[in-house]
């Protein structure tokens, strides 16, 4: 599917979506709550939907209205093939929560899901009791066996999100854990995973995100939950305000532990025009200057960031490269090989993406089936020289589906 997307002014007052990453954590724990939990604002993105379709596979009935959804868990009969989609939190998450449950499950997915390694996952719950092995490193995963808890180490320089998935489930093993972890990136998503996991009544100990302690036996409870707004996806809409006109975001959290709430920093560095209140934050065309940032952390920022430093004067530089190799696309690859084709010149140099501000030319962006990808693209056409053409525009739908329609960009 393609999208062609003229220069135009964009003004808007648009509510950000819901926070797809806030969402899988809410249901995974609302499973092992296994009772009735109400989550209002919810995502029906195509990665919550996968979520959702797993709840329903492990015993839950999951009715979907527009604002809200209620997962029942009704003990109905569990089905062991599992298909996370193209969610790599889903299948990271999952993996350990699967492992709870009395059954041999097989774990697959679709797409770019398929091309992503997933060995962190069976060392992870080998260590920790359950039967975990992969098709050479890939998916399916078998999965067998009982998360018993206890205590090891896991690399978490790759990823958080294995991580994610074994503080949630440990929470319900039998036997108190001890998570040792190497090198970890990412923390603001661990935190957000704590402070979630506290909200449905679950504690855990982050001994300076180098050791975890999980009492084991614990019971994830809650009625009804909120998903907060979503700050990687409102990140587009702040950078067409400052290359195109003015964006006035509702439905952010300005105190989010979301890793992407940094986008309002990198604004800043590059003197973009920002006003912050509680419930709206509002961003304004601007003169923009190179930048520096480091989005370690954070590394979903890199395609807003890249499609706001094309509209910089100089070269910004942008750390954290290593991390965009196992997303949707090698994302760093794609955006340098993209851009290029319409007169943005990006170098990587170590963990560093340099990127030259110019003049965006019209031309054809292929999202590479990369959600992100896309919607940088889009952005970045409001001022450009001439149309901009998104092959592969739906891929979208991974986080935004309404992205097209909510901005208005599309004639």
Not at 195 to 206: H, P, Q
Not at 221 to 242: H, P, T
Not at 263 to 276: D, E, Q, R, S, V
Not at 368 to 381: P, Y
Request: net charge positive.
């Amino acid at each position: 599917m393609k999208q062609t997307i003229y220069p135009q002014k964009f003004e808007k007052r648009i509510k950000a979506p819901a926070s797809k990453s806030a969402m899988q954590r809410a249901v995974a724990m609302a499973v092992l709550s296994k009772s009735e939990v109400i989550l209002t604002n919810p995502s029906y993105c195509n990665d919550a939907l996968a979520v959702l379709k797993i709840a329903e596979n492990l015993g839950a009935t999951v009715k979907k209205e527009s604002d809200k959804v209620t997962i029942i868990f009704e003990n109905n009969l569990i089905k062991t093939k599992i298909n996370c989609g193209e969610s790599g939190l889903g299948v990271r998450m999952f993996s350990p929560i699967l492992s709870l449950f009395d059954e041999s499950f097989i774990v697959t997915g679709k797409g770019s899901l398929l091309k992503r390694p997933v060995d962190s996952i069976k060392e992870a719950l080998n260590k920790f009791g359950a039967k975990c092995e992969t098709k050479n490193g890939f998916l399916p995963l078998k999965i067998s066996g009982k998360l018993l808890g206890g205590t090891a180490e896991i690399d978490g320089s790759l990823s958080s999100q294995v991580l994610t998935g074994l503080l949630i489930a440990l929470a319900s093993a039998e036997n108190d854990s001890e998570i040792i972890v190497k090198n970890l990136k990412s923390k603001p998503y661990i935190d957000l995973t704590i402070k979630m996991m506290r909200d449905f009544g679950v504690i855990v100990e982050n001994i300076n995100y180098e050791i975890f302690k999980i009492k084991g036996g614990q019971k994830y409870s809650i009625k009804k939950y909120n998903i907060e707004g979503d700050w990687s996806g409102a990140s587009f809409l702040l950078v067409a305000g400052l290359i195109a006109g003015k964006s006035e975001v509702e439905n952010l959290d300005i105190n989010s532990l979301q890793a992407d709430r940094e986008i309002i920093n990198a604004i800043k560095l590059a003197n973009g025009k920002i006003k912050i209140s509680e419930n709206l934050i509002v961003t304004e065309k601007s003169e923009l200057s190179a930048f520096e940032f480091d989005a370690t952390d954070c590394p979903d920022l890199f395609p807003p960031l890249v499609s706001m430093a094309a509209y910089c004067k100089g070269v910004s530089k942008i750390k954290g490269v290593s991390r965009l190799t196992h997303k949707e696309s090698d994302r760093a690859i794609v955006l340098q090989k993209e851009f290029s084709k319409i007169g943005i010149k990006i170098e990587l140099k170590n963990d560093f993406m340099h990127i030259t501000g110019g003049k965006i030319k019209g031309g054809i962006i292929d999202s590479n089936n990369d959600h992100r990808i896309a919607m940088a693209a889009a952005i970045v056409a409001l001022s450009a020289e001439n149309k901009i053409v998104i092959e592969n525009s739906e891929s979208v739908n991974k986080s935004y589906p309404n992205f097209y329609k909510e901005v208005g960009i599309v004639f």
